[in-house]
């Protein structure tokens, strides 16, 4: 209900319904016998963020896991970061400190651009990426329309 309120443009009116919301049980969580045991039941259920080309992520902009575990940031010195848990984990190579946009295109690929448009670094995924995923075990990946992974940065657990 909440998510048809913003939708629809009625944000103040989806803030204030929130706390009744949230205060009232699901009707499918009361009648539900279904309980989570384990830690790898609960990792199944884990919300990778993913981003489909057309997506652009600019300067002083950041893309974030499901569980925030995992940030990628164009940053405002012109670096591409990837961190996990609060620490750098890895950067896009001979970017800094040129760096202005991150860019997962329509062909495939992912391209960072500096200020001109000239590409500064590409994971080569051009024509093999479907989409990128910010995962929650702080990996990031290009996946395939496979949903295999043709490109990581190799930081997962």
């Known amino acids: 209900m909440i998510k048809n309120l913003v939708w629809r443009g009625l944000p103040a009116l989806a803030l204030a319904a929130l706390p009744v919301l949230a205060a009232v049980p699901a009707a499918d969580a009361a009648s ?28 002083n902009q950041a893309w974030t896991s499901g569980n925030g575990r995992a940030i990628l940031r164009v940053q405002s010195d012109g670096n591409v970061v990837l961190y996990k848990d609060n620490r750098p984990a890895w950067q896009a190579p001979n970017v800094y400190p040129n760096a202005d946009r991150l860019v997962m295109q329509e062909d495939g690929n992912l391209v960072v651009y500096n200020k001109a448009g000239q590409p500064l670094w590409a994971a080569g995924t051009w024509h093999k990426g479907r989409y990128l995923a910010v995962q929650d075990d702080g990996n990031v990946v290009v996946y395939n329309n496979a949903n295999r992974p043709v490109w990581a940065t190799n930081t997962g657990d």
Do not use: C, I, M
């Not at 539900?32 to 300067?59: I, N």
């Open 32 to 59: 539900s016998s279904r309980t989570v045991h384990s830690v790898r039941a609960q990792e199944s259920l884990r919300a990778d963020s993913r981003f489909y080309a057309p997506a652009t992520l600019g300067k």
